[in-house]
Structures are given as structure tokens and as C-alpha cells.
């Protein structure tokens, strides 16, 4: 139940960094006061995936700033986002544990939004750029906004029936959920939150698809030719494990873990 302030439930937000020295002084100030208007033990969890440049020092600098708000970096190689959000969620203390992007392109109203609803029905909650109560302030270039829409209808039809936006950078879980999902899941990519969908699904834990307002960053580090080539090919992988998965006796039981879980009918934009 939420106070008067919108309060929710305590959450570990993680936030995956690599080479972001620039962004880091617009965007670490506004995550660390969001996280101090969440709920009382909330935290802040930020995962460097190796990066070369200042970006760890830059952030401890801006950390050091708010001693009294719940906060720390943890400094890994570089093995990719995926695995980068992995050990964040893994450190988490919270029940109810998070992710988003440096760059901030969802909300943190949808953040909390998302919260809320991972807090009510203990699903998968996962940000969605794709339904028509969905808001795009900016835009991704044409060709990129059509290559993404062919990528999620190829995980639509292959990996995760009825979900049409996998790679939104915005989900919260209960930390049971996180434990479950992870264990199964290898990819240490960008491809990462398409093994995360997936896996929930073939484990019996519908995802809550939920509409987001999301702002695209033009100085983002996903490249469309070389990533985009290696999320496709991970996708081999991901569906050996998935099928495996899917073919193995039921090993997750939704009663142990209490959750009930909701699929959101918004409809959706193709």
C-alpha cells in the first residue's frame, strides 16, 4: 500500500554504466534523488561493465555528494550489459529489485509506476514502448525504430508470444522472480533482456507489459549494424536454453513464491 507520498515498497535500483564520464554528472544527481524519494532502505546500485575511461571516478565523486542516501559502484570487466544488470540485481538488498538506463530515457514516474505494479501482483514488470497508451517525447531514426519492430516481432513469434517490447531499459521483479529467472539465463549482452522475457515465460511467470513515456537519446552506445548483428545471433542460444527449459519437469512454483501474475491487454503498436 502507498502513503500519501506514493511510496512503495523499498527497491534496489541498478543502473549498468560503461564509458559514460560525460553523461554521468546530468544523470547520477537525478537517479540518487529519485532513489531518496522511494521508499525508506531503497538503494542505488551502479554496475561499470569495464569501462576505460572516468567513469568510475566521476561517479564515486558525485556519490561521496549524498552521504545519507543508500548508494555504491560496483567496478566489473567487460562482458556486456547483460551481465553487467546481472550482478547488480544480485547484489540487491530490497525486495523489489530494478533497472534503468544512465541516460534516463524512461521515466521515473514510469519507474515507480512500475514499482507499483511489481508490488500488487509480484509480476515481471517490464516497460513497453510499444502499446498505443505508450508516449515517445523523441524519436529513434526511422530506420532504427524499423529494425527494432522487426526484432520484436522475430522474439514475438520465436521466444516471447504477446510481448511486444523486450529491450525497453525499465523492469522491476519481486527479488523471488529475479532469483528464479536469472539462474537459467547465460547471455551476457544486449540480448540479455530477451533471455530474461523468455525465461520468465517458460517457467510459468507471465510478464506485465506496461506503457511507458520514453525519450531516446541520441548518444547512445547501442550501435545498430554491430550490435544489432550480435543480438541476432545470440538469439540461437537463447533458444536452445529456452526450449530445454521448456521441454524439463516445472521448477519454478508460483505458490512457493506467493506471486500471482497479470498480462497487461493494452493493445499494442505494430
Known amino acids: 500500500?502507498?502513503?500519501?507520498?506514493?511510496?512503495t515498497a523499498p527497491i534496489s535500483l541498478v543502473v549498468p554504466v560503461f564509458n559514460e564520464k560525460?553523461?554521468?554528472?546530468?544523470?547520477?544527481?537525478?537517479?540518487?534523488?529519485?532513489?531518496?524519494?522511494?521508499?525508506?532502505?531503497?538503494?542505488?546500485?551502479?554496475v561499470d561493465d569495464g569501462s576505460t575511461d572516468r567513469t568510475c571516478e566521476v561517479i564515486e565523486e558525485l556519490l561521496a555528494e549524498h552521504p545519507n542516501v543508500s548508494t555504491r559502484l560496483i567496478r566489473r570487466p567487460h562482458l556486456g550489459k547483460g551481465a553487467a544488470v546481472s550482478s547488480g540485481i544480485r547484489a540487491a538488498s530490497c525486495s523489489y529489485v530494478?533497472?534503468?538506463?544512465?541516460?534516463?530515457?524512461?521515466?521515473?514516474?514510469?519507474?515507480?509506476?512500475?514499482?507499483?505494479?511489481?508490488?500488487?501482483?509480484?509480476?515481471?514488470?517490464i516497460g513497453s514502448r510499444a502499446l498505443l497508451q505508450s508516449r515517445i517525447v523523441d524519436h529513434e531514426r526511422r530506420s532504427r525504430e524499423m529494425l527494432g519492430r522487426a526484432y520484436n516481432r522475430l522474439i514475438r513469434l520465436s521466444l516471447a508470444p504477446g510481448i511486444f517490447d523486450t529491450q525497453c531499459g525499465?523492469?522491476?521483479?519481486p527479488r523471488g522472480v529475479w532469483d528464479a529467472v536469472l539462474a537459467r539465463c547465460e547471455e551476457p549482452g544486449f540480448a540479455w533482456d530477451v533471455e530474461v522475457v523468455g525465461t520468465a515465460l517458460a517457467l510459468g511467470i507471465e510478464v506485465r507489459e506496461v506503457p511507458v513515456t520514453w525519450t531516446h537519446?541520441?548518444?547512445?552506445?547501442?550501435?545498430?549494424?554491430?550490435?544489432?548483428a550480435g543480438m541476432v545471433v545470440?538469439?540461437?542460444?537463447?533458444?536452445?536454453?529456452?526450449?530445454?527449459?521448456?521441454?524439463?519437469?516445472?521448477?519454478?512454483?508460483?505458490?512457493?513464491h506467493g506471486l500471482v501474475v497479470l498480462v497487461?491487454?493494452?493493445?499494442a503498436v505494430e
Request: proline share 5%; with cysteine.
Open 170 to 173: 525499465a523492469k522491476v521483479a
Open 217 to 228: 537519446d541520441h548518444r547512445t552506445r547501442v550501435r545498430v549494424l554491430r550490435d544489432g
Open 1 to 7: 500500500m502507498r502513503n500519501a507520498f506514493g511510496k
Open 22 to 46: 560525460d553523461r554521468a554528472p546530468g544523470s547520477v544527481p537525478l537517479l540518487v534523488t529519485f532513489v531518496s524519494s522511494c521508499a525508506p532502505d531503497s538503494e542505488l546500485i551502479f
Open 234 to 256: 545470440a538469439l540461437g542460444g537463447i533458444r536452445r536454453r529456452i526450449r530445454a527449459l521448456r521441454r524439463s519437469p516445472a521448477s519454478f512454483s508460483l505458490e512457493d
Open 264 to 267: 497487461d491487454d493494452a493493445p
Open 98 to 125: 530494478g533497472f534503468c538506463d544512465v541516460d534516463l530515457a524512461t521515466s521515473f514516474d514510469d519507474v515507480r509506476h512500475l514499482l507499483d505494479i511489481a508490488s500488487e501482483t509480484h509480476a515481471l514488470t
